[in-house]
């Protein structure tokens, strides 16, 4: 009684309901609520995979679906898969929990599978469509406005590019130095966007940065070798790239 007196005290001058559990329970909530955040991602990118084989388009569908006030559009995004040091965590917490409990844990245990899934169909789609071994990547952080690289999809796509012998240059406006502590001189770092993309046969965006849709693109594809575009977060239109020159591949259209 005391500690909940001194925790409501501490919290006052913060608007909001409090809500007074047990131990049990306040670990499952932080628990559960990322393990939905998590859900609601993989399951955007459950259905971009049936609008890549449909010809739909996954913006659209799931700003229709967002519509619905019982559902909501956040965290309804398909891309490259979730990161961070909060989601793949306890998503694999609740798992374990649910495994040593005998409880059923399949559904969260396909909320894991996707977001690999989402990496890897990218990474194939690359491998397969790329003009050339001479990468630019933009974007390195999990999430903008950070330099947290902790489980960052782009860890992984990295590793995998450099695993099919592609060359890489890399830009984020501030996870660079995250980034180069892993992987030093396997790959190279630029200063500059435009940098990044010089000769390139290919760009790969991993992580939405705002100053990335505010770009030239027309600078950015006079400096390509070859104006490919893979776009792991759908920051652009195609119609818009295919009228730029570009040859644009994006998640779910």
């Known amino acids: ?51 890549q084989k449909t010809g739909a388009n996954v913006d659209q569908v799931l700003e229709a679906v967002g519509l619905d006030k019982r559902i909501g559009k956040n965290f309804l995004s398909p891309g490259v898969g979730y990161g961070g040091s909060c989601l793949p965590k306890d998503v694999r917490a609740l798992i ?6 005998k409880i059923n844990t399949n559904l969260i245990k396909a909320v894991e599978e996707i977001n690999l899934e989402a990496k890897n169909n990218f990474l194939k789609t690359i491998i397969k469509y790329a003009a050339g071994k001479n990468l630019a990547i933009w974007g390195l952080s999990f999430k903008p406005e950070t330099d ?34 892993i992987f030093k001189e396997m ?31 027309k600078k950015v594809k006079k400096l390509m070798s070859k104006p490919y575009i893979f776009d792991g977060r759908n920051i652009y239109q195609p119609e818009e790239m295919e009228k730029l020159g570009f040859k644009y591949f994006s998640i779910g259209k």
């Not at 670990?27 to 991602?41: G, Q």
């Not at 374990?96 to 409990?101: K, Y």
């Not at 190279?188 to 390139?200: E, R």
Request: hydrophobic share 45%.
């Open 1 to 51: 009684k005391k500690a909940i007196n001194l925790l409501l005290k501490l919290h006052q001058p913060i608007n909001g309901k409090r809500v007074i559990v047990n131990l049990a329970s306040a670990e499952l909530i932080k628990y559960a609520s990322n393990c939905l955040l998590a859900t609601k991602i993989s399951f955007a990118n459950f259905i971009s995979f049936y609008c």
């Open 187 to 217: 790959i190279n770092y630029a200063q500059t966007p435009y940098q990044t993309v010089k000769n390139a046969d290919a760009l790969v965006i991993i992580c939405e940065w705002n100053e990335f849709k505010e770009i030239d693109l």
């Open 96 to 101: 374990n929990i649910g495994d040593r409990l």
């Open 148 to 181: 947290d690289i902790r489980e960052a999809p782009s860890l992984h796509l990295i590793q995998k590019f450099l695993d099919n012998g592609f060359t890489i240059k890399v830009y984020d406006p501030v996870a660079q130095n995250n980034i180069k502590r």
